[in-house]
């Protein structure tokens, strides 16, 4: 058996700029490295520079997601108050696609957002991998 680390996730996207400008705006990433004319760009969030890289990459085709698919890609934030900040944001540019909500553990407190290219973004505060955990693991648990 070997080890490894998940270090980067890389989407096409059908709007460089629109895309980069998104997640510098709603995800609080930078660009720590572009090539091509600025066609591919590699993000990051403060001080994870070097543990986990978001590579955009011009050339895609809108995302259609069909009801009842939830592919997405999630954010954890330090508070409901942060979701409900976020979810107002996104309602008022016309990207919110599910409201702030809260659902047992271990999904928390949470909204969804749709990028540039249709992608769908999930902010969550209360997962085992961010902030808030503690508090929604003391939640009975389904099965």
């Not at 270090?7 to 059908?14: E, G, M, N, R, S």
């Not at 609080?28 to 004319?37: L, V």
């Amino acid at each position: 058996m070997f080890s490894s680390t998940l270090t980067h996730i890389a989407l096409h996207v059908t709007q460089i700029g629109a895309s980069v400008d998104f997640y510098r705006r709603y995800c609080n990433m930078h660009i720590i490295h572009q090539r091509n004319e600025g066609e591919i760009v590699w993000l990051a969030e403060p001080g994870r520079e070097k543990e986990f890289i978001f590579v955009l990459m011009a050339g895609g085709k809108k995302q259609q997601h069909p009801e009842q698919d939830y592919s997405h890609l999630g954010f954890a934030v330090q508070s409901k108050a942060d979701v409900d900040r976020i979810a107002q944001q996104a309602e008022s540019d016309g990207l919110l696609i599910w409201p702030p909500r809260e659902d047992p553990f271990p999904v928390g407190y949470f909204c969804g957002v749709k990028d540039p290219s249709g992608n769908y973004i999930e902010f969550s505060y209360g997962q085992p991998l961010g902030p808030g955990a503690e508090e929604f693991q003391a939640l009975p648990k389904h099965a």
